[in-house]
């Protein structure tokens, strides 16, 4: 497992055993930190994905219209800002 995954899940682990409800959501400071975190979950080989589904990753918009990419680990959001990427067809993505 790695680094990141882990500490998400002795965070959660940790809350628990003290008698506390594990954090809901944490926000990670940049896009590089979200997208590290991604390929560390990717890599994962216990973890097991179909195309599309959103625990690789969704847009969240905040209230105050920032967008964020999501995804779940041990039931804890985790968050970071998302970047809006053109395609050269058109349209665009977020990452």
């Known amino acids: 497992m790695t680094d990141f995954i882990e500490a998400v899940g002795r965070c959660v682990h ?25 390929t560390q979950l990717r890599e994962m080989p216990t973890m097991v994905y179909r195309a599309g589904d959103p625990r690789m990753g969704k847009v969240i918009e905040h209230p ?28 665009y993505i977020w990452t």
Not at 67 to 77: A, I, L, P, R
């Open 64 to 91: 105050d219209g920032s967008c964020w990419m999501q995804v779940e680990v041990y039931g804890v959001k985790i968050r970071w800002p998302a970047v809006k990427m053109a395609l050269p067809k058109g349209g």
């Open 14 to 38: 940790t809350f628990k055993a003290a008698g506390f409800e594990p954090p809901d959501c944490i926000l990670l400071k940049n896009h590089e930190q979200g997208i590290r975190m991604l």
